[in-house]
T-cell receptor
Framework: GENVEQHPSTLSVQEGDSAVIKCTYS??????FPWYKQELGKGPQLIID?????GEKKDQRIAVTLNKTAKHFSLHITETQPEDSAVYFCAASTSGTYKYIFGTGTRLKVLA | DVKVTQSSRYLVKRTGEKVFLECVQDMDHENMFWYRQDPGLGLRLIYF???????EKGDIPEGYSVSREKKERFSLILESASTNQTSMYLC???????????FGQGTRLTVV
C-alpha cells in the first residue's frame, strides 16, 4: 500500500544552524505534500505545502523541495531558533482521494 | 481562523466502557477525520467523513465507529474500550481534498 518514509526520527541542531528533514513517498500519483509542525500539547499545524507542479517553495526561513522522479521531498529550516523545537510530520496526498499518508515524524531539538 | 475543538483534553476510562470523543469545526468544512497518534507510528487514520452521514474506514477502524449527524460535528465511538486503545486521538477537518487540514488539540485517552 501507499507509504511515506521520514528521516531522521530525531534531530538536534545548534541554534542558528540549518535543519533538513527528508521524506520518500511510494505512490507516484501523489501530487500534494504538506508539512505539519506539532508543538507540545497541541495538534499539528500546517507550516508549508507544495504541489507536484512546483519544484521548490519558500516561506521566510522554511523551504520545501520536491523531486518527483526520485519521489523525495524535503523540509529545510534555516537559522533555527529554540521555538522551532517540535515534532514535524510530512504527508503525501493524491487528488480525488481522501487520504493523507503521514510520515512517522521527526523530533527536532534546537539547542540554545 | 478555523477552529477545530475536541471536547476533552484528557480522559481516563475503564476497560469495557463505551467512550465518546466529540469534535466540532466552525468553518463549514466538508471533510472530517479521526486519527490516532502513537510514538514512532505517526498519525494513523481511523475514519473519514466526506459529508453528513457519510463515512469511510481508514487504516485502523477495528474497535471504533463514528457518527456525523451534523456537518460541524464528528464523533468517534469506542464501543468497548480496551487498554490497547490508550492513545492520543486527533480530529481534523478540511474543505476538500488536497487542501490544508486543520487539527484539534487532541484528546489523550487512557484506558485502565
Amino acid at each position: 500500500g501507499e507509504n511515506v518514509e521520514q528521516h531522521p526520527s530525531t534531530l538536534s541542531v545548534q541554534e542558528g544552524d540549518s535543519a533538513v528533514i527528508k521524506c520518500t513517498y511510494s505512490d507516484s500519483a501523489s501530487n500534494y505534500f504538506p508539512w505539519y509542525k506539532q508543538e507540545l500539547g497541541k495538534g499539528p499545524q500546517l507550516i508549508i505545502d507544495i504541489r507536484s507542479n512546483v519544484g521548490e517553495k519558500k516561506d521566510q526561513r522554511i523551504a520545501v523541495t520536491l523531486n518527483k522522479t526520485a519521489k523525495h521531498f524535503s523540509l529545510h529550516i534555516t537559522e533555527t531558533q529554540p521555538e522551532d523545537s517540535a515534532v514535524y510530520f510530512c504527508a503525501a496526498s493524491t487528488s480525488g482521494t481522501y487520504k493523507y499518508i503521514f510520515g512517522t515524524g521527526t523530533r527536532l531539538k534546537v539547542l540554545a | 481562523d478555523v477552529k477545530v475543538t475536541q471536547s476533552s483534553r484528557y480522559l481516563v476510562k475503564r476497560t469495557g466502557e463505551k467512550v465518546f470523543l466529540e469534535c466540532v469545526q466552525d468553518m463549514d468544512h466538508e471533510n472530517m477525520f479521526w486519527y490516532r497518534q502513537d510514538p514512532g507510528l505517526g498519525l494513523r487514520l481511523i475514519y473519514f467523513s466526506y459529508d453528513v452521514k457519510m463515512k469511510e474506514k481508514g487504516d485502523i477502524p477495528e474497535g471504533y465507529s463514528v457518527s456525523r449527524e451534523k456537518k460541524e460535528r464528528f464523533s468517534l465511538i469506542l464501543e468497548s474500550a480496551s487498554t490497547n486503545q490508550t492513545s492520543m486521538y486527533l480530529c481534523a477537518s478540511r474543505v476538500w481534498d488536497n487542501t490544508e487540514a486543520f487539527f484539534g488539540q487532541g484528546t489523550r485517552l487512557t484506558v485502565v
